[in-house]
């Protein structure tokens, strides 16, 4: 029986870490899942060793009996987590859950910089999707064999909004004869003027989402940080385009299980394996992604909706605001920006304004602009050649003449873009359509000549000039009046 017993726990403890193997569960106790190991581990030894004890032993009486303190351990866990979790609720903590983020007023005018017309992003996240398949139909050695992962993360990359994917490996046989080499590349894709670019950066991958064994980067990392709560694992480039994962570490700091937080980030090169973990104050300025948008979008809600309090979030309703529905990234200053719009908790189609979060450092700027609600500007854009039956992207917020205007490429059937529009933040009725962003933005601004980055032009020979005005003739062209002088001329060179 004692060695019946002994082999029943052998198996017992097997299951347990190929279960941990698989799931990859933080040994935290921060951690709802931790907590469901717990539960779970107990749950099987109860199980088994009742199993045992009923078909094995031919015993029904279970009193004082293994499998009774194991139930009872199973019972207790349950009931401590439940009342860590039901602790850690908002109705006991609106004021810290209000305070995960701090807002502060900005100048929209000033905070953020007007796009020449050849830096604004047209390429969305499904765009580069396409676009990252196509390239890789292009390539016939590397086509039956790979994929493009999902991933393409929206960074800056020497100055430039792009989205970055790795290549990940087409099924199981082809992991096994590639894995010993890696993946080859990772695609690139300029969110501007749209092209793709297939990387092979000096060192191969070795560590991805699509590895399998020890060389997962999910596995990888834990068994290095097996206490860290992991959250996004971000994929990214250096300014040199080397691959990295940048992983979030997370923390709750309220209660046990509420105010998720980032409290420090992992650095894997993707191809050396060589990995840190910093404050997210020490972060290098290249990496873009600390924190999700998940994260961020549900601190803010808390902020909106518990300021004054958990009782005032549900009857009185006084000053609570939530989020719309829908976010994108804008990239400023180097850094990239989440971009949402603030609106009234009963969501109507108006905003009281919006905000920009650094997805670096969550840096939260609150800029109070009533402006249209982002779903009815896609609408309105959509309205403005609805023969054509396009659909608009989600909104990219611009400076535009010092206003905040929505930018959107607006699609066909098949999903490529043929048209782009801008419509007015404050005034969506606004609305101006083009084939090319220079038209749009000229016809948004009633512009004629195009706004471009130009490299500064030489200095030129200046002299001076003195004659007698003979005639004076006016003439109008595309609206505009221009003067022609006739002069007699005598020439003072300097």
């Known amino acids: 029986m004692k060695n019946g017993k002994a082999l029943l726990t052998i198996i017992w403890v097997a299951l347990v870490i190929i279960s941990y193997y698989f799931l990859l569960i933080p040994l935290n106790l921060q951690s709802p899942s931790f907590w469901a190991l717990i539960f779970y581990t107990l749950a099987l030894g109860a199980g088994l060793f009742l199993l045992y004890q009923i078909f094995v032993e031919r015993q029904l009486k279970i ?16 009931i401590l987590g439940g009342i860590m979790w039901v602790y850690s609720l908002p109705f006991f903590h609106a004021k810290a859950y209000a305070t995960l983020v701090q807002k502060q007023e900005g100048n929209f005018a000033t905070d953020v910089a007007e796009l020449p017309i050849n830096r604004i992003p ?17 390539i016939i050695e590397l086509v039956s064999q790979f994929n493009v992962a999902p991933d393409y993360t929206q960074i800056n990359y020497q100055g430039k909004p ?17 894995t010993k080499e890696g993946l080859p590349s990772y695609i690139m894709v300029d969110m501007v003027n749209g092209e793709v670019d297939l990387v092979t950066p000096e060192k191969s991958i070795k560590y991805s989402e699509s590895e399998l064994f020890f060389e997962n980067v999910r596995r990888y990392l834990r068994m290095n940080y ?61 990496v873009d992604r600390v924190y999700d948008a998940e994260l961020v979008v549900n601190q803010v809600n808390y902020n909106g909706r518990f300021t004054n309090g958990f009782i005032n979030s549900i009857f009185g309703q006084q000053g609570v605001l939530a989020t719309t529905e829908g976010y994108n990234y804008l990239a400023l200053n180097d850094d990239v920006y989440l971009y949402t719009g603030i609106t009234s908790v009963v969501r109507d189609e108006s905003n009281i304004g919006f905000i920009l979060v650094n997805m670096r450092t969550k840096e939260t700027t609150f800029y109070g602009i009533s402006s249209a609600e982002e779903y009815s500007a896609m609408e309105s854009a959509q309205g403005a050649v609805q023969e054509k039956r396009y659909l608009s992207t989600f909104p990219l917020l611009l400076n535009v003449d010092g206003k905040p205007t929505y930018f959107m490429s607006l699609k066909d059937a098949a999903g490529l873009i043929k048209m782009y529009a801008l419509v007015d933040a404050q005034d969506y009725q606004k609305v101006v359509t083009g084939n090319t962003v220079e038209e749009t933005v000229n016809k948004f601004t009633n512009r004629t000549t195009p706004i471009t980055e130009t490299e500064p032009e030489a200095p030129r020979e200046e002299f001076e000039i003195q004659g007698k005005i003979t005639d004076i003739q006016s003439v109008v062209i595309n609206g505009n009046t221009y003067f022609y002088l006739l002069p007699i001329l005598s020439y003072d060179f300097l």
């Open 122 to 138: 047209t390429v969305d996240r499904d765009t580069a999707v396409r676009l990252g398949d196509r390239k890789m139909g292009e």
């Open 162 to 178: 792009v989205r970055v994917s790795p290549l990940e490996y087409a099924g199981f046989f082809k992991w096994l004869n590639n």
């Open 226 to 286: 097996p206490t860290a709560i992991f959250g996004d694992f971000s994929f990214e480039v250096d300014e040199q385009g080397v691959p990295y994962w940048i992983v979030s570490v997370r923390e709750n700091k309220i209660g046990l299980f509420g105010g998720t937080d980032i409290k420090e980030v992992i650095m894997l090169n993707a191809s050396t394996g060589e990995h840190q973990k910093i404050k997210v104050g020490e972060v290098p300025k290249w």
């Open 63 to 78: 009193t004082k009996s293994i499998s009774t303190y194991l139930i009872m351990a199973t019972l207790l866990v349950a």
